[in-house]
């Protein structure tokens, strides 16, 4: 029920206690893996023990789609902590896996985080090509969450060309994402901000980042509140308030000892550096 109300912190932690009771040879416990394993990742950044166990056992017992799924998951929580190159090598064999198979909402999943991979990376076609498909899938198979996802990528590649369009696609995910009250629609207030700070857009950039910030803390989203907490200081610096930014990237930063390593650390460190250098 937590999942379904996308109280995904909490979810995680009912998870990890049913596991903690779940009989280590029972045929249903790789799927109760991978079911933590996605809960912790995406409301907490954690998960990765319970990722690569499920993605064993799911590939042990011949569950393909589960094994994607797991693969999908750890590749993209890698890269939210800087390990770009074990993120693509996990995501690339997800994808691999699920290429022939008919839809499903499986494969809809790992093609989504592929594109986003492929954006990330600057393989701007090829990302463009994997969110059109998503977005046609998704459609078929009513998947809202993935359909903003896809949107927001979509945007993304938009916004490298230069192309306000960008802020067509962005838009279509919040209308989406705020209907069907997904947490997918965090990644769409992080990546909308950056595109208006390309677009000189820079007050609304951080009134989109203050409306992602509040979102995520009622979604219970600790991995997509740090990640939104990760563009304030580059913000308040391109706004000119300093103080206001050294202030984020020292608070950014000191999480690190609570929570691992991130994706935005350098950003934070850059930013520090360059307030100090004057």
């Known amino acids: 029920r937590a999942m379904a109300l996308s109280a995904l912190t909490a979810a995680a932690r009912y998870y990890r206690e049913a596991l903690a009771l779940w009989p280590a040879d029972d045929a249903h416990r790789p799927r109760l893996l991978l079911a933590a394993g996605r809960a912790a990742s995406q409301g907490e950044g954690t998960g990765a023990d319970e990722l690569e166990s499920a993605r064993e ?103 490298h060309g230069g192309r306000r369009a960008a802020l067509d696609f962005f838009e279509e995910a919040l209308a989406l994402g705020t209907r069907s009250r997904t947490p997918a629609i965090l990644r769409t207030y992080a990546n909308l901000a950056v595109a208006l700070v390309g677009f000189g857009e820079i007050v609304r950039a951080r009134e989109v980042l203050g409306e992602g910030l509040a979102l995520a803390e009622t979604f219970g989203e600790q991995a997509m509140g740090r990640w939104l907490r990760g563009q304030v200081p580059y913000l308040e610096f391109c706004l000119g308030d300093w103080d206001s930014a050294l202030r984020a990237a020292d608070a950014f930063l000191e999480e690190r000892e609570r929570l691992g390593a991130h994706y935005l650390e350098h950003d934070a460190h850059e930013i520090r550096a360059m307030i100090r250098l004057g």
Request: aromatic letters at 2%; glycine letters at 10%.
């Open 57 to 159: 056992a799911l590939a042990g017992a011949g569950d393909v789609e589960g094994a994607a799924e797991a693969d999908a998951l750890l590749g993209n929580l890698l890269w939210r902590r800087g390990d770009r190159a074990r993120a693509t090598r996990h995501i690339a064999r997800a994808h691999e896996t699920v290429a022939a198979l008919p839809a499903s909402r499986s494969k809809t999943f790992v093609l989504t985080v592929a594109a986003g991979n492929a954006m990330v990376a600057g393989e701007d076609e090829k990302a463009a090509e994997l969110a059109s498909e998503v977005v046609r899938l998704a459609e078929g198979l009513g998947l809202d969450d993935a359909r903003v996802q896809a949107l927001t990528t979509l945007g993304s590649v938009n916004m």
